[in-house]
């Protein structure tokens, strides 16, 4: 039997991004079979530089099964020879700043009189408005959607650290770029993408702010929950007595009941507990019983008497322990890259049970890919030493994103 087709097999897909919304998008079109390729200045991608001088865990995640092409936009050589690109590409996926896409001529203007069937998906700061060329990356976004200011550090407002806002503009312009690719296979034109970081924020804090609106509507203020366990006592991470972090999830009063079973305590049948809103009502006495219940236990114990009882808990992990996880290793989960003489466990794209996982490749070298998928196009030798001698790309070979991994002495 035929090994099963990826949805976007045959597609290709060119990339222009930075940092993480764009490449995190053409990651995941490329997972889904499409050909990824990583259009790069000279100067390259910024992941490339961002651990010890080298690329970083961004760029290795992201970027495996990607080629990499070195153009400089700038240079009229560098761009007429993206051009010829572009016009082999189904879509083109970019998160330049407004002022750098049309100082580069990457707008959906330009970019569709070399291709008028091309997919255009623009993920920037801002969708149209007033701060429509204005700057924003993802603390940006957090800041300006309410994520921010609900999560403080020492009372300093702060960002959540990893960058969802970013991953999510990239998911989004993903869904964008598929349905423009139901609408040519409708016999319709497509329409161009645009992915604002600060609009995904807003959809994606929608619950909250009509949240918000709804409490302000019910009791003539705005009022909100305190934190992100939403004031449900039991609902959080607990230490159990050998200094493990679990996180209970109590979300009913089923639960409620069935804790208080599995932990042996004579509260499972106190009416004064048996409903949430009592519960609220007495937060800090029920807070110091689920607290003070799994303090008496070793993690192991507790873990299996709430497991038992149908009570969702997990362990807190550092993300040095994540992948020993058993749920983590099984088949289809990780895929083994290799990458400068260095191997390394890549969740994978989530697919369902036996389906086909996409070819990949390392993470491309800047350039690597330059010459092949040039001369694919039409350009011919001679074109390809004049690119590398006004600048507009690398020499074969050029890399100056080395670093050298810590060793340690035996």
């Not at 992941?47 to 961004?58: C, D, E, F, K």
Request: proline letters at 8%; hydrophobic letters at 40%.
């Amino acid at each position: 039997m035929d090994a099963p087709t990826l949805p976007l097999a045959g597609r290709r897909i060119i990339e222009v991004g930075t940092m993480l919304a764009a490449p995190f998008a053409a990651h995941l079109l490329g997972q889904l079979g499409a050909e990824v390729i990583k259009v790069e200045p000279p100067h390259g991608d910024p992941t490339r530089a961002l651990v010890r001088g080298g690329p970083s865990g961004t760029f290795i995640a992201y970027s495996h099964g990607k080629k990499s092409v070195c153009l400089d936009l700038a240079q009229p050589a560098g761009h007429a020879a993206f051009c010829r690109l572009l016009q082999s590409a189904d879509a083109l996926v970019h998160n330049l700043a407004p002022r750098a896409a049309r100082k580069l001529r990457l707008t959906e203007a330009d970019c569709l009189a070399v291709k008028p069937s091309l997919i255009y998906c623009h993920i920037r700061g801002y969708a149209a408005g007033p701060l429509q060329d204005d700057l924003a990356s993802n603390p940006v976004a957090e800041a300006a959607t309410g994520v921010m200011e609900q999560n403080r550090v020492d009372g300093r407002p702060s960002r959540l650290g990893p960058s969802y806002h970013d991953q999510f503009a990239g998911a989004y312009a993903v869904i964008g770029i598929l349905a423009g690719l139901v609408q040519q296979a409708a016999g319709k034109p497509a329409s161009a993408v645009e992915v604002g970081l600060y609009e995904t924020g807003l959809h994606v804090a929608s619950r909250d702010l009509v949240g918000v609106q709804l409490k302000t509507r019910l009791l003539g203020r705005p009022e909100r929950e305190p934190h992100g366990e939403f004031s449900m006592p039991g609902y959080g991470a607990y230490q159990t007595s050998d200094q493990r972090w679990l996180y209970l999830l109590m979300l009913t009063d089923s639960h409620w009941h069935r804790f208080c079973r599995a932990m042996q305590l004579a509260e499972a049948d106190d009416p004064e507990l048996a409903s949430l809103r009592n519960r609220r009502r007495q937060r800090d006495r029920c807070e110091a019983l689920v607290r003070q219940a799994l303090a008496r236990l070793a993690f192991d114990e507790a873990a299996a008497r709430l497991q038992a009882a149908g009570i969702g808990c997990t362990e807190v992990l550092p993300l040095e322990r994540v992948l020993e996880s058993p749920q983590a290793r099984q088949p289809g989960k990780l895929r083994d890259i290799r990458y400068r003489g260095l191997d390394f466990e890549v969740p994978e794209f989530p697919r369902p049970p036996g389906a086909a996982a996409a070819p990949t490749l390392p993470p491309p070298e800047l350039g690597e890919h330059t010459r092949q998928v040039l001369q694919a196009v039409g350009l011919q030798a001679a074109d390809l030493d004049e690119l590398v001698r006004c600048a507009a790309t690398l020499p074969d070979g050029a890399n100056r994103f080395a670093w050298a991994p810590v060793r340690r002495s035996d």
